[in-house]
């Protein structure tokens, strides 16, 4: 989850420095530092619920899940952005002493009031300029549904996965994700939302407004 951005523009090296005195998180988008705020339980357990399913079946092999205290770096041309993803599986690892990822294959995050429109747009346009990524996932909290952006020869492609019956494939790293996985623990009333929540309505009719 990200707050506001600052007025205060840095350098990269200023905000590795300043991540690793912080008690907190920041991410870092072309000079600019965003602090992050907490995420809700239920954010928490969608997110965790992937990490320990793609954990078990990655367990042994090259490829390894990272939760969100790992930042993944994206350079291209001009722009230099340090994100936290809620999650990501990266095949070819930094130095172990690094703290960040450059080449991640699969990177999920799951959609919060504040970081929505970020999540879809900002972030997304982003992480699909990284050329070791193979699937960039977002998730629903309050229903079970995911946007799926997976590469093909012709570029990415988006797919929309939802119901607890469906499972997202991940042929590139040889596993999946159960719909039922993802959102196991989680309630949802008949309308898939688990209470009143005016501040998501209100960023999901933002975010709706923005594409037209």
Request: a negative charge; hydrophobic letters at 30%.
């Amino acid at each position: 989850m990200s707050s506001a951005e600052r007025s205060d523009s840095y350098s990269v090296e200023e905000y590795l420095e300043r991540e690793i005195q912080s008690r907190t998180k920041s991410e870092y988008v072309d000079g600019w530092i965003r602090a992050m705020s907490g995420s809700s339980l239920r954010h928490n357990r969608v997110a965790g619920n992937c990490f320990l399913s793609l954990g078990n079946q990655l367990k042994h092999q090259r490829c390894t899940p990272f939760n969100s205290d790992t930042k993944v770096r994206i350079v291209r041309e001009k722009s230099k952005r340090f994100y936290y993803p809620d999650l990501q599986v990266v095949c070819q690892s930094n130095d172990p002493s690094s703290v960040y990822l450059d080449l991640p294959v699969l990177v999920i995050e799951v959609l919060s009031p504040s970081t929505r429109n970020y999540d879809l747009h900002e972030k997304m346009e982003a992480y699909l300029t990284i050329l070791s990524l193979e699937y960039y996932i977002v998730l629903e909290q309050h229903q079970p549904l995911a946007i799926v952006m997976r590469r093909t020869q012709h570029g990415f492609v988006r797919e929309t996965v939802q119901g607890t019956e469906s499972t997202i494939d991940l042929p590139f790293l040889g596993c999946w994700l159960a719909m039922k996985d993802i959102y196991e623990g989680i309630e949802f009333t008949d309308t898939c939302v688990q209470e009143a929540d005016p501040e998501y309505e209100f960023a999901e009719q933002s975010s709706e407004e923005g594409k037209h």
